[in-house]
């Protein structure tokens, strides 16, 4: 099975940065993905990593160490539209995404 | 627009009833999925299906069934509610059933059980 653990919530200013971590320990480890959920509504695609190292897209940052079992998901000059869940998905041998309880964030102006 | 609909949007049900969940993809994807989202617990696989005619069961199958008829579309039944049903129900899809494929959810079906 899998284990996928990340905070529940997370607070910041307006134009600041997050760090949103994500340890996981699973069998036949494939790759990463980060989705972000506004309330009410899908989840939607932010990031994916297969190989360690960072990945950048715009504002948002993805890492990854498999040696660790670790990701995060940086998202840099924050603005109250990143007011969402976010959520980390690890896939596996069976093909199949797991997912992490989801990570609040509330942004403050 | 591209991109999975699901209906109903809100339903509320009495217990023991049957009710199907409609779920339909226009991307001609392979691979289509069954999740339920509870608070605190995140997205768990309900039933998935490769590929058009064939189906699988996820981490919490019981209590409910799947078909897949044809490639657009996979419809979620549950033969006898319960109240421990009541969640948020979310379809997606993918290409292929690849696990390093991108899902892409439906916006989601929220159903209660009383």
């Known amino acids: 099975g899998q284990n996928i653990d990340q905070p529940t919530e997370m607070t910041a200013t307006e134009g600041a940065i997050v760090q949103i971590n994500c340890t996981y320990q699973?069998?036949?480890?494939?790759?990463l993905f980060w989705y972000q959920q506004h309330a009410g509504e899908a989840p939607t695609f932010l990031s994916y990593?297969?190989?360690?190292g960072l990945e950048e897209k715009g504002r948002f940052s993805s890492f990854l160490s498999r040696s660790k079992g670790y990701s995060y998901l940086l998202l840099k000059e924050l603005q109250m539209k990143d007011s969402a869940s976010y959520l980390c998905a690890v896939t596996s041998g069976d093909y199949k995404l797991s997912f992490g309880a989801g990570t609040t964030v509330t942004v403050r102006a | 627009i591209a991109g999975i609909t699901q209906a109903p949007t809100s339903q509320i049900l009495a217990a023991g009833r049957r009710m199907t969940l409609r779920c339909t993809q226009d991307?001609?994807?392979?691979?289509m999925y069954w999740y339920r989202q509870d608070l605190g617990l995140g997205l768990r696989l309900i039933h998935y299906?490769?590929?058009?005619?064939?189906?699988g069961k996820g981490e919490v199958p019981d209590g409910y069934s799947v078909s897949r008829a044809n490639t657009d579309d996979f419809p979620l039944t549950l033969a006898s509610a319960v109240p421990s049903q009541t969640s948020v129900y979310f379809c997606?899809?993918?290409?292929?059933?690849?696990?390093?494929?991108?899902?892409?959810f439906g916006p989601g079906t929220r159903l209660t059980v009383l």
């Open positions: 299906s490769n590929t058009a005619g064939t189906t």
């Open positions: 990593n297969v190989l360690d």
């Open positions: 997606a899809s993918s290409d292929s059933p690849e696990s390093t494929d991108t899902q892409y």
């Open positions: 699973t069998s036949g480890f494939n790759g």
């Open positions: 991307m001609r994807h392979n691979a």
